[in-house]
């Protein structure tokens, strides 16, 4: 299937990408042409495949739950864009 | 002393023929000079390297050296490094100084290694050609109208072009041995999870492996050894045991069982690629190695199925880039939803965002079983495929790229030919197995790379290989022609 300039604009929303007009044709036509490619596997059967999402099919080691860490919370905030009284600071969200 | 690989460069070091600051200051001297040429470095850490040299000549006399000591090493931008800029090519990071290191950086600090600087590369690892990133691309010292590959690519050109003696690097879907290969080095991607990933940012992370690019193998096996194993803080990160690479080095390959997968010597590489591969097996056979065709039947399926997954894993790992925490955040944002979407299409680059909106799509409601789950499918099928393979050799020769080094532009507008590019390696980042890249002669001016696949943990093995064909050719010594030598 084809990608139309709705869904480049639905997908750039769901991805919290701003997308400027003049660049969606571009988008949507890389896109397009990716996704043919990706089409590709589509023609090999894989039923009863078990999908593979690790290549050693390793599982999640544990530790025990103890603390590990200091407090870094000055040194963590240092590169943050705005910060004040050791929190981190965004637009007002509830009015 | 440019020319010396960190093999010999130790052997200096510990003879006193010079120090580590003196090293250092000249290397840092020769790349301010001549980086200019090839971009290689997006940031240069002159005061910390000093520091560090200083503090390697003093543990040396102190007799407490190890074989890294003094050693100088480049890191990919990609790896924190405390107190210098970790930009991952991008301008999202640009103005991003880690507070912690990577454990692949603490581990070479603690072994006495000196950082010069970060390494230029493709924006958060994504490209062929080092033309993705934000500081522009650098250039292959072979012909300077010429990228150097991708994405690790800085390191590559800045070891070609001898401004310093090994680099690190890291390997989504081919990142280490294709810019390897195509700037006449060699280039090590360990099996997934034999180096910690902590610290290096995520692209995707079922598939990141970090490794050394060095001038000879026995110089990969000395940095592996240092690199290599588990890590509390990387849980994906292997329990395995680490063997002594270099014990191993000298071993016979008389015996050798070697595969040339027919689907890698098919029509569509570069005929003279082909013929130099097919040379270096020849040497193997003079060695004593046996020689017999095998199939990888679902190669070609390796770039559908990595260009679905890795992607979903970048639109989920890239979710953090939110202009809250670090990194760019835009001006003036007039709400939460604006600061993150403004936030991310200024400081995110073309190729970032495609991969993005791929991975976005290729994972929202109602695409999951045709893409991801397909892809994941596939994935087994692929790795299958080498499991088979590799109960019959012991190794896979092949070539690492189906054409040389491209002209700067030529493959840039159109991502899918950027892709094609990969389709030699991004099947082992399928399956999670190590592979090398070698130099293996040349295809007229510009270097061949060969490329050597083992099984899960048998870094040592292709070490091994790798270190008897340097023994035997000088393909590995060869410079670019016009190097600056003083």
Redesign the interface.
């Known amino acids: 299937m084809s990608?139309d300039r709705s869904?480049?604009e639905r997908?750039?929303h769901?991805?919290?990408?701003?997308?400027?007009e003049p660049e969606i044709p571009e988008?949507t036509e890389?896109?397009n042409?990716?996704?043919s490619?990706?089409?590709?596997?589509?023609a090999?059967p894989?039923d009863g495949?078990?999908?593979?999402?690790?290549?050693?099919d390793?599982v999640?080691?544990l530790?025990s739950d103890v603390v590990?860490e200091a407090n870094?919370r000055d040194?963590?905030?240092?590169?943050?864009?705005?910060v004040e009284d050791g929190l981190?600071l965004?637009?007002?969200?509830i009015e | 002393m440019f020319n010396l690989t960190l093999s010999e460069l130790s052997q200096a070091l510990s003879q006193g023929q010079f120090s580590s600051l003196e090293l250092t200051q000249a290397l840092l001297e020769r790349i301010k000079r001549l980086d200019s040429q090839y971009n290689s470095f997006i940031t240069l850490s002159e005061e910390q390297a000093l520091l560090q040299a200083k503090a390697a000549d003093a543990s040396r006399a102190a007799g407490h050296a190890t074989p890294l000591t003094g050693l100088p090493v480049a890191h990919k931008d990609l790896f924190c490094t405390q107190g210098i800029r970790t930009s991952c090519g991008s301008r999202m990071l640009d103005n991003f100084v880690s507070p912690y290191n990577a454990t692949l950086v603490e581990r070479l600090n603690q072994a006495g290694m000196v950082t010069l600087g970060k390494t230029n590369m493709d924006e958060f690892a994504m490209g062929s050609s080092n033309e993705s990133s934000y500081y522009g691309p650098a250039r292959n010292p072979w012909d300077s109208q010429r990228v150097p590959g991708g994405s690790s690519g800085g390191s590559a050109a800045a070891v070609a072009a001898r401004l310093v003696p090994a680099a690190t690097g890291s390997d989504t879907g081919g990142s280490i041995r294709q810019p390897a290969a195509l700037c006449g080095i060699t280039g090590l991607k360990p099996t997934y999870g034999r180096i910690s990933r902590y610290g290096m940012i995520a692209y995707a992370s079922s598939f990141d492996q970090a490794g050394p690019m060095t001038r000879s193998a026995e110089d990969a096996a000395l940095l592996l050894q240092a690199m290599a194993g588990e890590d509390p803080l990387d849980s994906t990160c292997a329990v395995h045991p680490v063997p002594d690479y270099r014990a191993s080095l000298n071993n016979s390959l008389s015996g050798l069982r070697i595969g040339l997968p027919k689907e890698y010597f098919a029509e569509g590489t570069d005929p003279e690629i082909l013929q130099r591969v097919r040379e270096a097996v020849a040497e193997f056979e003079k060695m004593g190695a046996q020689v017999k065709e095998v199939s990888l039947p679902n190669t070609q399926l390796s770039i559908p199925a990595y260009y679905i997954l890795a992607p979903a894993e970048a639109s989920s790992n890239l979710s953090r880039f939110d202009g809250v925490r670090y990194g760019h955040r835009c001006a003036a944002p007039k709400d939460l939803e604006d600061l993150y979407k403004r936030t991310r299409e200024e400081g995110f680059g073309t190729e970032v965002k495609r991969r993005i909106m791929v991975g976005t799509y290729a994972l929202s409601e109602g695409f999951y079983d045709a893409y991801y789950r397909k892809a994941q499918q596939i994935r087994r099928l692929i790795q299958q495929d080498f499991v088979r393979v590799l109960q019959d050799v012991d190794v896979i020769m092949a070539p690492v790229t189906p054409c040389a080094a491209f002209p700067l532009g030529e493959k840039n507008s159109d991502p899918v030919s950027m892709y094609m590019e990969d389709v030699f390696t991004l099947s082992l980042n399928l399956a999670g197995l190590p592979g090398m890249s070698i130099p293996c002669g040349f295809s007229g001016h510009l270097p061949v790379g060969l490329q050597l696949i083992g099984n899960y943990f048998d870094e040592a093995r292709l070490l091994n290989i790798a270190h008897q064909y340097q023994q035997v050719t000088d393909w590995h010594q060869h410079t670019p022609a016009n190097l600056s030598e003083d």
Do not use: G, W
């Open positions: 990608l869904d480049v997908i750039a769901l991805a919290r990408l701003a997308i400027h988008y890389s896109l042409s990716i996704l490619l990706i089409d590709q596997m589509q090999t894989t495949i078990e999908p593979l999402a690790h290549p050693l390793a999640q080691r530790r590990t870094q040194s963590l905030q240092a590169c943050a864009p705005a981190f965004v637009p007002k969200v």
